[in-house]
């Protein structure tokens, strides 16, 4: 390993043993690059290594401090496996956000607040309005669409399970955007998916929900044969 990687190391090892906590400011340059064994300018390169992780952050004229060390935000880089193998045969990554969201649906439905129940529903309510128009907006519907899924996730009590969804997700936008656009009957099937997914939660059955949801997941995969050839059109298995 080069010295970079080994200051990457061992300031993560300093978050792990707990010596460094969320929110604290690490040593001062000088000292922490003598504590460590490197110079100056390799401590440098292994802190700009670690800001592009997501584990701190730096700022001017402040120092640098760790970061809250957030599910979503370290997961990130996900989203590169993402749209590489998106590029390839996307079913792969299908079937890994099926299985997740699948999941995601069940322990939800066993957490899920009433609060949450009455957002997801009022978003239902306000597709069905839009599906119900001539010409639909189909952009508000996959931000409908987006919004209703994150609720769900957020409801796992799982912050690693959220990370991976909201890393899945956001690759997703333009190949649900065609679909909604080309696809028939897509909207309308979509927003009826999603009631049934809501009763299912709403009736705390996780068996249910989780069926509910790889139902829908699996009405998306089926389309992507007819999705366009290219690397983002795989990116829709919320769409629905």
């Given at each position: ?219 998306v995969e089926e389309s992507l044969p007819r999705l366009p050839g290219e690397g983002d059109a795989p990116s829709d298995p919320v769409a629905g």
């Open positions: 390993m080069s010295r970079t990687d080994d200051v990457v190391d061992s300031i993560k090892r300093m978050i792990l043993d707990g010596v460094l906590r969320p929110g604290d400011r690490l040593p001062v340059e000088k000292d922490l690059a003598e504590s460590l064994g490197v110079s100056r300018g390799v401590l440098r390169e292994g802190v700009s290594a670690l800001s592009i992780l997501g584990i701190v952050s730096t700022r001017r004229g402040d120092g640098t401090y760790v970061t809250s060390l957030d599910a979503t935000q370290l997961l990130a880089p996900m989203g590169f496996v993402v749209d590489l193998h998106g590029q390839g045969d996307p079913r792969h990554v299908y079937t890994v956000r099926r299985l997740l969201e699948s999941e995601a649906a069940r322990l939800a439905a066993t957490m899920i607040t009433d609060e949450a129940l009455c957002q997801a529903r009022d978003l239902l309510c306000e597709s069905a309005r839009i599906v119900g128009q001539v010409p639909h907006d189909h952009e508000r519907l996959i931000e409908i669409d987006i919004a209703f899924h994150r609720i769900i996730a957020a409801h796992t009590d799982n912050p690693v399970v959220i990370g991976l969804i909201e890393a899945f997700a956001e690759r997703t936008v333009r190949g649900r955007l065609w679909r909604s656009l080309h696809e028939e009957d897509a909207d309308r099937r979509t927003h009826d998916e999603h009631v049934a997914i809501w009763a299912a939660l709403a009736a705390r059955d996780p068996e249910r929900a989780r069926i509910r949801m790889a139902n829908h997941l699996i009405g």
